[in-house]
């Protein structure tokens, strides 16, 4: 077992070991077997790091999908289940967090260009200048990323509202917004802060 590291679950170190293996082959009963054991613990961690429910959830759904398709890489001689599961949730938390705090810098940027714009003339024209090529570059965007960076940003959607609105799971519109606004930088142009 790692050092400092107490296994909440009810499972020993070879049971675990053993639905690692099974899950590995891709046996969904052993994978209900350790998100079940090990679900409780995995949330609470991750809402320890991101101190946000929802992210604690995306979180936990993250870490589990690693587990599914990473299940071979688990190294008993390393560590056991409990473990790995715990560096699994910290990196998924640290990555969560980090891709909130691009969004939010990228929402802070563009609601402060906005506000930065002012009435006259020739700033009016360049403000329609770059709308123009903001739309255009939209509209090169496929219709599901558009639909949900316009949710999102033009009517401040939140994604969970962004998710309900077009009936998709809250993760497939937040790869959707990251990938759009990725595509959306290059093709009009690095925003400040961004």
């Given at each position: 077992?790692?050092?400092?590291?107490?296994?909440?679950?009810?499972?020993s170190?070879?049971e675990?070991?053993?639905?690692?293996?099974?899950?590995?082959?891709?046996?969904?009963?052993?994978?209900?077997?350790?998100?079940?054991?090990?679900?409780s613990?995995?949330?609470?961690?991750?809402l320890?790091?991101?101190?946000?429910?929802?992210?604690?959830?995306?979180v936990?759904?993250?870490?589990?999908?690693n587990?599914?398709?990473?299940?071979?890489?688990f190294?008993?001689?390393?560590?056991?289940?409990?473990?790995?599961?715990t560096?699994?949730?910290?990196?998924?938390?640290?990555?969560?967090?980090?891709?909130?705090?691009?969004?939010?810098?990228?929402?802070?940027?563009?609601?402060?260009?906005?506000?930065?714009?002012?009435?006259?003339?020739?700033?009016?024209?360049?403000?329609?200048?770059?709308?123009?090529?903001?739309?255009?570059?939209?509209?090169?965007?496929?219709?599901?990323?558009?639909?949900?960076?316009?949710?999102?940003?033009?009517?401040?959607?939140?994604?969970?509202?962004?998710?309900?609105r077009?009936?998709?799971?809250?993760?497939?519109?937040?790869?959707?917004?990251?990938?759009?606004?990725?595509?959306?930088?290059?093709?009009?142009?690095?925003?400040?802060?961004?």
């Open positions: 077992m790692a050092e400092g590291f107490t296994d909440p679950g009810s499972l170190s070879v675990a070991n053993n639905l690692v293996r099974r899950v590995a082959q891709q046996d969904r009963n052993a994978f209900a077997t350790v998100v079940s054991e090990y679900g613990f995995v949330y609470s961690r991750a320890k790091l991101t101190q946000n429910p929802q992210a604690a959830e995306d936990a759904q993250v870490v589990f999908s587990l599914w398709t990473k299940a071979a890489q190294d008993a001689q390393r560590g056991n289940l409990f473990a790995w599961l560096i699994l949730t910290r990196n998924a938390s640290i990555d969560h967090l980090r891709v909130e705090g691009r969004h939010a810098r990228i929402a802070t940027s563009m609601k402060q260009q906005l506000a930065a714009v002012s009435p006259t003339v020739g700033k009016e024209m360049e403000r329609k200048e770059r709308q123009s090529e903001v739309r255009a570059a939209l509209d090169q965007l496929g219709e599901s990323q558009r639909k949900a960076i316009e949710l999102a940003y033009f009517e401040g959607l939140t994604y969970v509202e962004v998710a309900e077009l009936g998709e799971p809250e993760g497939t519109v937040k790869s959707r917004i990251r990938r759009g606004l990725q595509q959306l930088a290059r093709l009009v142009g690095e925003i400040d802060g961004i």
